[in-house]
């Protein structure tokens, strides 16, 4: 098998292609013939060694779409050959011709009219959208949502989810006015400006609020959010760490909480595939779909020179054409 090997931490120029012994699956595992991987910010820390949790040499990736080629011991569920997705898989190792996962966090796309490329861009991530929104932020129907970065790659998946949850009001922030048009083309009821943010709605008030972003944009949020309202702190896109008071938190009845899928899945894997059967309508009705950008694997350097640069709108996949 092939793969592309994070040799150190580093810029996008850090990757190497390796030829490497094939992998064979362990008892509840399943090997995958890998098709599409999704690039995602999350590697782009972790190759910088940013987020030092993985020292190279590794092979990045944590989401795949392929078929199944091996079954592990006690794995009954899927037969060879069957188009699949995995979720977020901490034991990475995407970059790849073939992986293995986690038989639990690996989802059939069989009977699905679904793009691969597609399904591994916004499959994890809606899991993710799901997960955080029904088991962390409790959403009721009704509610008012807010959701920074609207247009990246985490925070794309949202407000399908949101609405499709009985969200009643859905409003993104961009950083730039050219991603103010791909965002629209999302279920938001309204996009704004980060640099018009807060006082351009300033007289909403909103029950959820979706942070990937973090820095000032969920420190201006809290003084948006109604009563018994819950910000989910998803991610750090502007790695800047955010000064919260908790005098503010406890006086305006407000809370903030942390949602990490890896983390959360590789303890309760069991919550997965509920989470991706609801999840998986919506993509194959097509409420789930935004620019996906496509570059053979050998390019894992120009997909992470694209990320870090921010050029990308929507996601970025890298394919097996090796
Ligand atoms: N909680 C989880 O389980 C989970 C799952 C997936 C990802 N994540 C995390 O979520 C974050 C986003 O990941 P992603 O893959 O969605 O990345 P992405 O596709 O690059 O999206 C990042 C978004 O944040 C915006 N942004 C970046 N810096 C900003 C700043 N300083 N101010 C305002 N907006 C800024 C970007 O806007 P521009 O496009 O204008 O740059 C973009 O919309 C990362 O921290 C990642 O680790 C968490």
Not at 48 to 77: H, M, N, Q
């Amino acid at each position: 098998m092939k793969a592309m090997v994070v040799t150190q931490y580093g810029g996008p120029d850090v990757f190497s292609e390796s030829e490497t012994p094939d992998l064979h699956p362990g008892p509840g595992q399943v090997s995958i013939d890998v098709t599409h991987s999704a690039v995602g910010l999350i590697d782009s820390f972790l190759r910088r060694g940013t987020i030092p949790i993985f020292s190279p040499p590794y092979v990045p990736g944590l989401e795949v779409a392929g078929t199944i080629r091996e079954l592990g011991e006690g794995v009954t569920d899927f037969r060879i050959g069957e188009p699949v997705v995995t979720l977020s898989l901490m034991s990475l190792g995407g970059y790849a011709t073939v992986t293995v996962a986690d038989s639990a966090l690996t989802i059939s796309l069989d009977g699905f009219k679904i793009d691969p490329a597609l399904a591994v861009s916004a499959l994890p991530n809606a899991v993710t959208a799901y997960l955080s929104l029904t088991k962390v932020a409790h959403i009721q129907k009704g509610e008012n949502v807010l959701i920074h970065g609207a247009i990246g790659g985490l925070a794309s998946a949202y407000p399908a989810v949101a609405r499709s949850l009985g969200a009643s009001r859905i409003v993104g922030t961009v950083r730039t006015a050219s991603k103010l048009e791909a965002a629209r083309e999302l279920d938001y009821d309204d996009v704004v400006l980060a640099e018009d943010f807060p006082s351009a709605i300033a007289d909403e008030q909103f029950n959820i609020v979706v942070d990937p972003v973090g820095g000032d944009m969920l420190a201006s949020s809290l003084d948006l959010m109604a009563p018994l309202g819950r910000a989910l702190l998803v991610g750090n896109a502007s790695e800047h760490a955010v000064d919260i008071s908790s005098n503010t938190l406890w006086l305006k009845n407000i809370g903030v909480q942390g949602f990490n899928v890896g983390g959360y899945l590789s303890g309760n894997p069991s919550a997965g595939r509920p989470a991706a059967k609801a999840v998986l309508q919506l993509l194959e009705e097509g409420k789930i779909d935004f620019p996906v950008t496509l570059l053979p694997l050998q390019n894992a350097s120009e997909a992470h020179r694209r990320m870090d640069a921010k050029e990308i709108i929507g996601r970025i996949v890298l394919r097996n054409e090796f």
